[in-house]
């Protein structure tokens, strides 16, 4: 089923950009670049290398004349350049100014036949939540996808995820846009994969009391596997604040277990309460007359990389994956 966004969501242009080859950047992009260029529009562009040269070779001495910026979205912490790129939109309707930001998702690598999560599809639900979290900011966003790189499935998703998209008549409204509530409520309804047979941690809680002790046990999992300092308390506040929703919002007792992949630690915490979360629930920043208890699921998906969610009829299961190498840097906050 097709969905309706809300009116201010269907004022916020989200274009896809599908490229087939160095010659559709050349035939779409570069030209919508020109005259962006020739009305004094500006454009910001968050894109790969690749995608850059290409620009800049086609474009010749106008290409300085746009800007130019880090790949929006973080190789390692998706919920992270999510909350990056609407911080610098709120930054530039705050500052009285509009841009069209052009991004460019780095999430190109083809994932392993075992791979514990698929990052790509995963980064599907920021790019239908964010046709309401970056709404109010009065600048378009184009998203460019390469379709040499992904499965033809994940790209039509792609398109149904835009309410525009260009193509060689130029940018164009997308009859078949499914909404976000839509589709994030589709994808919690999907099962999560199969837990490994063997797990490292295995706790069942009743209540908050035993958080402490909790706290312990993922702090010692986390170092034992090599995390820093840093890393580790990333571990332990994104799943205690998963944990503790569980416990208040849930029904008890809320079952933990926690595994790892090579260098990555997953954890998924199930309780039995069957209380839907909210699709959209931790995609957008809670304001600040928001109770803390609602930052809990939001704060996870700044601090993990991928965050997954199974509501069922009878239980509520959340999934966190910690790479190694993306859980040491610098968090959203």
Same mark, same amino acid.
């Given at each position: 089923?097709?969905?309706?966004?809300?009116? =201010?969501?269907?004022?916020?242009?989200?274009? @896809?950009?599908?490229?087939?080859?160095?010659?559709?950047?050349?035939? +779409?992009?570069?030209?919508?670049?020109?005259?962006?260029? @020739?009305?004094?529009?500006?454009?910001?562009?968050?894109?790969?290398?690749?995608?850059?040269?290409?620009?800049?070779? !086609?474009?010749?001495?106008? !290409?300085?004349?746009?800007?130019?910026?880090?790949?929006?979205?973080?190789?390692?912490?998706?919920?992270? !350049?999510?909350?990056?790129? +609407?911080?610098?939109?709120?930054?530039?309707?705050?500052?009285?100014?509009?841009?069209?930001?052009?991004?460019?998702?780095?999430?190109?690598?083809?994932?392993?036949?075992?791979?514990?999560?698929?990052?790509?599809?995963?980064?599907?639900?920021?790019?239908?939540?964010?046709? $309401?979290?970056?709404?109010?900011?009065?600048?378009?966003?184009?998203?460019? &996808?390469?379709?040499? +790189?992904?499965?033809?499935?994940?790209?039509?998703?792609?398109?149904?995820?835009?309410?525009?998209?260009?193509?060689?008549?130029?940018?164009?409204?997308?009859?078949?846009?499914?909404?976000?509530?839509?589709?994030?409520?589709?994808?919690?309804?999907?099962?999560?994969?199969?837990?490994?047979? =063997?797990?490292?941690?295995?706790?069942?809680?009743?209540?908050?009391?035993?958080?402490?002790?909790?706290? /312990?046990?993922?702090? %010692? &999992?986390?170092?034992?596997?090599?995390?820093?300092? $840093?890393?580790? *308390?990333?571990?332990?506040?994104?799943?205690?604040? =998963?944990?503790?929703?569980?416990?208040?919002? %849930?029904?008890?007792?809320?079952?933990?277990?926690? &595994? #790892?992949?090579?260098?990555?630690?997953?954890?998924?915490?199930?309780?039995? %309460? *069957? #209380?839907?979360?909210?699709?959209?629930?931790?995609?957008?920043?809670? /304001?600040?007359?928001?109770?803390?208890?609602?930052? *809990?699921? &939001?704060?996870?998906?700044?601090? !993990?990389?991928?965050?997954?969610?199974?509501?069922?009829?009878?239980?509520?299961?959340?999934?966190?994956?910690?790479?190694?190498? *993306?859980?040491?840097?610098?968090?959203?906050?």
């Amino acid at each position: 089923m097709t969905g309706h966004a809300s009116p =201010v969501a269907r004022d916020f242009v989200h274009a @896809a950009l599908i490229v087939d080859s160095d010659d559709t950047l050349r035939s +779409r992009l570069v030209p919508a670049l020109r005259r962006s260029v @020739a009305a004094h529009e500006r454009v910001c562009l968050l894109v790969g290398a690749h995608v850059e040269r290409v620009v800049r070779d !086609a474009l010749g001495s106008l !290409a300085d004349r746009l800007e130019w910026g880090e790949r929006a979205t973080s190789p390692t912490r998706l919920g992270f !350049a999510y909350e990056r790129l +609407r911080r610098y939109l709120a930054a530039q309707h705050a500052a009285g100014s509009s841009v069209h930001v052009i991004t460019e998702a780095d999430v190109s690598a083809e994932p392993g036949s075992d791979a514990p999560v698929d990052r790509a599809t995963a980064h599907l639900s920021y790019e239908s939540a964010c046709g $309401d979290a970056y709404a109010d900011y009065g600048c378009a966003v184009t998203c460019l &996808w390469d379709s040499r +790189r992904h499965p033809a499935v994940l790209i039509e998703s792609v398109r149904t995820l835009h309410n525009h998209e260009f193509t060689e008549n130029g940018r164009e409204p997308n009859s078949g846009h499914v909404a976000s509530a839509d589709y994030l409520r589709r994808r919690s309804e999907i099962p999560l994969d199969a837990m490994p047979p =063997v797990v490292d941690l295995d706790v069942r809680l009743v209540d908050l009391d035993q958080l402490t002790p909790l706290r /312990g046990a993922l702090r %010692g &999992w986390a170092e034992a596997r090599s995390f820093d300092a $840093d890393a580790t *308390g990333d571990v332990v506040v994104a799943v205690t604040e =998963v944990a503790t929703n569980g416990l208040v919002h %849930g029904a008890p007792p809320v079952r933990l277990r926690g &595994w #790892h992949h090579r260098d990555m630690l997953v954890v998924q915490v199930d309780d039995p %309460g *069957g #209380h839907r979360i909210p699709p959209a629930a931790g995609f957008h920043r809670p /304001g600040s007359a928001d109770r803390v208890g609602g930052r *809990g699921l &939001w704060l996870a998906r700044q601090l !993990a990389d991928v965050v997954t969610v199974h509501c069922g009829e009878s239980s509520t299961s959340v999934r966190l994956h910690f790479p190694h190498a *993306g859980t040491h840097g610098q968090p959203a906050g």
